[in-house]
């Protein structure tokens, strides 16, 4: 089955750029979706086919994908981005959608 | 506004089962899938499996397979997962998420289940 790996943790100080890596066998060929998740709540769509953004998503929030590796990144990181975030993919081989362990944000 | 309503928590002994509901409004309910996702305490996301609101069809995690039914209601717009043998581990919140273009573009508010004797 297909596996993503993302870093347990990233920390940034605020006002500076946040970068979280999602890792994947030739990732690059497949649609990346990224999920911020705060504690208590459930987890809300900052990031779909690689780079687009949802309405009401600040354009802080952006993504990358090539090879075999997808990219978030969060420039002019603030408090409230402190978050965990989450990759996935759909697996088109076995019809499965697959998520990232998951990278902790800490805001300095 | 899109919304997608989730039954209250349970709690049920090892070996029982439970049926959790996700009611949907806002849009075409046949128009998309619904996928399960289940995070146990402390830990990541994990996709469950996903059913189509058009026409039933099912796909479900492998290591969930013979434990697990999803479906549909399309009269009233609602999802059903179904989990049977539960066992200590099964202890999560369980989200409901409608699937568009393969992301989940909208969560339910989560359900806690929680297995224990």
């Known amino acids: 089955s297909y596996v993503l790996t993302q870093p347990p943790s990233v920390s940034v100080a605020p006002g500076k750029t946040a970068r979280i890596t999602c890792g994947g066998n030739?990732?690059?060929?497949?649609?990346v979706h990224w999920y911020q998740q705060k504690p208590g709540q459930a987890p809300v769509l900052v990031i779909y086919?690689?780079?687009d953004r949802p309405s009401g998503i600040p354009e802080r929030f952006s993504g990358s994908n090539s090879g075999n590796t997808a990219t978030l990144t969060i420039s002019r990181v603030e408090a409230g981005d402190e978050a965990d975030y989450y990759c996935?993919?759909?697996?088109?081989?076995?019809?499965?959608?697959?998520f990232g362990g998951g990278t902790k944000l800490t805001v300095l | 506004q899109v919304q997608l309503v989730q039954s209250g928590a349970e709690v049920k002994k090892p070996g029982a089962s439970v049926k959790v509901s996700c009611k949907a409004s806002g849009y075409t309910f046949t128009s998309y899938g619904i996928s399960w996702v289940r995070q146990a305490p402390g830990q990541g996301l994990e996709w469950m499996g996903w059913?189509?609101?058009?026409?039933?069809?099912?796909n479900y995690a492998q290591k969930l397979q013979g434990r697990v039914t999803m479906t549909t209601d399309t009269s009233t717009s609602t999802a059903y997962m179904e989990l049977r043998s539960l066992r200590s581990d099964d202890t999560a919140v369980y989200y409901c998420a409608r699937i568009s273009g393969w992301s989940f573009d909208y969560w339910g508010q989560g359900t806690l289940v929680t297995v224990s004797s």
């Open positions: 086919y690689d780079s």
């Open positions: 059913i189509s609101a058009y026409n039933g069809n099912t």
């Open positions: 030739n990732i690059g060929s497949k649609s």
């Open positions: 996935q993919v759909w697996d088109s081989s076995s019809d499965r959608g697959v």
